[in-house]
């Protein structure tokens, strides 16, 4: 007996809405998709252009009509679909998988949220900070540790700051340059060195206690794995969401 194979199923799509480039090899992007999309704060959506397809965690909350998404461009040879969608503008279609996947999400039990990214990692963070806020809630605190090599990739400083500042009850944003000497950050004033480094520092500066506090890595797999180690030797729980492998 023969087999047909299955032509791959047709996709749903979403457009892109909107743009804006942050740095040469960073950019945000909206999508409106064609079919109602459902996800959870922290979860990722699968996007695609000719059957090349990617995850990407989600910025935006459930709550908004657009799929806002923080990409970083991983130059060719290396990348693939990046420097495809790199080159996409407004009004051009990315397939979209109709369910959205993860379980990077906030964990209620814990009342405190230490909350690591390098650069596109502070996505799923976003997400989670603009909903609780969108739905009222109370009774958690956030801390959130962002790291980049230049201040122009922050991209969420301002508005995490300015969360920071109207809620200095519950949310704190420390933002932390690993190049502070190089001509690009001049004039920072700011945290320095790599985010997992002050992982120690900040759990003792924020009275960070085991019984109550998940810690969140998220991005880079060194410093998702550095973190991890520095975290469990402190006793706290940990959870990670790696956007590649290290090995690759
Ligand atoms: C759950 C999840 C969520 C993700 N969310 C985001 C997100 O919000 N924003 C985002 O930009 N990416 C995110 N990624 C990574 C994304 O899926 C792609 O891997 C990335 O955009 C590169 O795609 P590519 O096809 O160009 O390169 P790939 O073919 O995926 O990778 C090519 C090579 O580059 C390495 N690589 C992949 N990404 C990077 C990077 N950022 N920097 C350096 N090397 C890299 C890979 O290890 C591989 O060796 C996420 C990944 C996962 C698993």
């Known amino acids: 007996m023969t087999t047909t194979p299955k032509a791959p199923p047709k996709l749903p799509l979403a457009t892109i809405s909107k743009r804006i480039d942050v740095t040469q090899d960073l950019w945000r992007m ?33 709550f908004e009509p657009e799929v806002e998404l923080f990409i970083e461009l991983v130059p060719p040879p290396d990348g693939n679909l990046t420097p495809i969608l790199h080159k996409l503008r407004v009004g051009d279609r990315v397939t979209m998988r109709p369910r959205a996947k993860g379980i990077f999400t906030m964990q209620d039990k814990y009342r405190d949220h230490l909350m690591l990214a390098t650069v596109t990692g502070v996505v799923p963070y976003v997400s989670i900070l603009r909903s609780y806020l969108h739905d009222n809630r109370k009774g958690h605190r956030f801390f959130v540790l962002m ?41 920072w004033t700011g945290e320095t060195g790599r985010v997992n480094t002050l992982v120690e ?33 402190l006793g706290l729980d940990f959870q990670e969401e790696r956007f590649w492998k290290d090995d690759e």
């Open 30 to 62: 909206w999508l409106k998709p064609q079919t109602p999309f459902a996800f959870k704060p922290g979860q990722y959506c699968t996007i695609g252009v000719d059957g090349l397809e990617r995850a990407y965690s989600i910025a935006s909350g459930p």
């Open 147 to 187: 790291g980049a090599s230049y201040k122009d990739e922050f991209t969420y400083d301002k508005e995490l700051g300015e969360l920071a500042k109207k809620h200095s009850d519950f949310i704190t944003f420390i933002p932390t340059v690993s190049r502070p000497n190089d001509p690009r950050n001049v004039s």
């Open 201 to 233: 520092k900040y759990v003792a500066k924020l009275g960070l206690k085991a019984s109550d506090t998940l810690v969140y890595a998220c991005g880079h797999p060194g410093m998702i794995e550095d973190t991890r180690v520095r975290t469990e030797a």
